[in-house]
């Protein structure tokens, strides 16, 4: 999902951003009458730092998946779904985070020696 800084745009934008409902299911805006967007509230989760991930989630999560593959998740359900698979990246980051530190040592000790080699 793509994240927008809305504090860099017009004050207009701002203020129409929050007008709009908090309702859990979104906001539809259309254009021209016809629906183009879905605007969905942040969930409570979203805020917090430290997450918890339970068998059920994810069977709920797979559940889901297997909805997805075969055509038949709905909106609502979709939006569970990437809400799932983001607290289960966050859960993931904070009890096993990836070892990225030698990795980029490694990375540059290798663009090091590249550079050393070429002539």
Known sequence: MKTIDIDERDESVLRFILSLSTDPDG???RVNGK???RVIPVSA????TEQEW???QNA???RLIDQEVRGTITAIEAIELEDLQ???RRYRRQVSP???AETRR???ELERKALQASP
């Open 35 to 37: 629906p183009l967007f």
């Open 60 to 62: 709920r999560r797979c």
């Open 27 to 29: 906001t539809r805006l």
């Open 86 to 88: 983001d607290r289960l």
């Open 45 to 48: 989760s979203d805020s917090i």
């Open 106 to 108: 490694l990375l540059e």
């Open 54 to 56: 339970s068998d059920e």
């Open 98 to 100: 990836l070892p990225l």
